[in-house]
């Protein structure tokens, strides 16, 4: 899938963003609905989060260069770290506004309209969360994911609003209102600390343990089919690549012509498993040397 279609989806979902923010204000307004006011104060934090996700997906594009020998792909995870930070914002700032109406007092009025803005908005989120989404995992975007996640994410406050105005209506007890809106929040809280778990995951460079298990499969075949052994096993995801490295261990007699050739007929078997952003580094060693740790590997405390 080609680069325009993640920058389609992701002015797109600026554009949703904008529009939605404008809908659901009005609707606050209108109604003076606690969980719609909770809505709409996610959907103010949702369009900073968005316009950083979309400078956060052109930025991590840029090529490496003198400064950023590896890319910039790694703003994905700043991005994946904001929009959890501005999520768990929004979270507080509804249950502020919850509790106090617990002392002030729940007014609600309009609740057609603000039922109709509310599911239009809805709807509207839900196509676009799973585009997101969709587009993300297709380009290994985290930036589009997360992003998604955030979408969707906006798609429960909508639903928990829309639950809250129909029990007030059947019901005539106010209290669902901020009862509903501490609920949604405690929800998208969950998500927010989810997204900012995954970037600090990303950050500190760990591993994925289900794509460590597909390359140790192949390896243990391959390898072992060429009659060879492999070990320091290393791999990690920077937003956009798959880079993984290991040890290759060849007899002492084999010529640096021929282990290069078998290094680089597993090395390519590799990055096809992590198509389209895999970068495979392979280290030739020789069985004299194969459980030899060298002086620079050693960490500080084993010195």
Same mark, same amino acid.
């Given at each position: ?28 307004? /209108? ?62 700032? $509804? ?13 609600? +009025? ?69 009862? $509903? ?6 929800? $998208? ?27 140790? +499969? ?14 320091? /096993? ?30 680089? $007929? /597993? +090395? ?28 620079? +590997? ?6």
């Amino acid at each position: 899938m080609p680069k325009k279609a993640e920058d389609t989806v992701m002015w797109f979902s600026l554009a949703v963003a904008i529009v939605l923010l404008l809908a659901k204000v009005t609707a606050a307004g /209108l109604t003076g609905s606690s969980s719609i006011y909770s809505d709409a104060a996610e959907s103010v934090v949702h369009l900073f989060a968005v316009a950083f996700a979309a400078w956060a997906l052109r930025f991590s594009r840029k090529p490496a260069d003198e400064s950023h020998h590896y890319g910039h792909d790694k703003a994905a995870f700043l991005s994946s770290g904001f929009e959890g930070a501005m999520i768990s914002v929004a979270a507080v700032l $509804i249950i502020y506004d919850a509790v106090k109406q617990f002392f002030t007092g729940v007014a609600i +009025e309009h609740l057609g309209v603000g039922a109709a803005i509310t599911g239009g908005a809805l709807v509207v989120n839900l196509v676009l969360g799973i585009s997101l989404k969709s587009v993300g995992k297709k380009r290994s975007s985290m930036v589009l994911v997360s992003n998604g996640t955030h979408v969707l994410t906006d798609v429960w406050t909508s639903a928990a609003v829309l639950m809250a105005l129909a029990l007030y209506h059947f019901t005539g007890w106010p209290w669902w209102d901020p009862l $509903i809106a501490i609920a949604a929040a405690l929800n $998208i809280m969950r998500s927010g600390w989810g997204l900012i778990r995954q970037s600090m995951s990303g950050l500190m460079d760990a591993s994925d343990p289900v794509v460590e298990n597909q390359i140790r +499969e192949l390896l243990d075949r391959e390898a072992t089919g060429s009659g060879l052994a492999y070990h320091n /096993l290393r791999h990690r995801h920077s937003g956009r690549i798959q880079w993984v490295e290991f040890h290759l261990v060849f007899d002492d007699e084999t010529s640096v012509r021929d282990a290069h050739h078998k290094a680089t $007929i /597993l +090395e390519g078997l590799v990055a096809d498993l992590l198509k389209p952003d895999g970068r495979v580094i392979s280290h030739l060693e020789p069985k004299s040397a194969e459980n030899r740790q060298e002086e620079w +590997e050693k960490s500080p405390d084993s010195k």
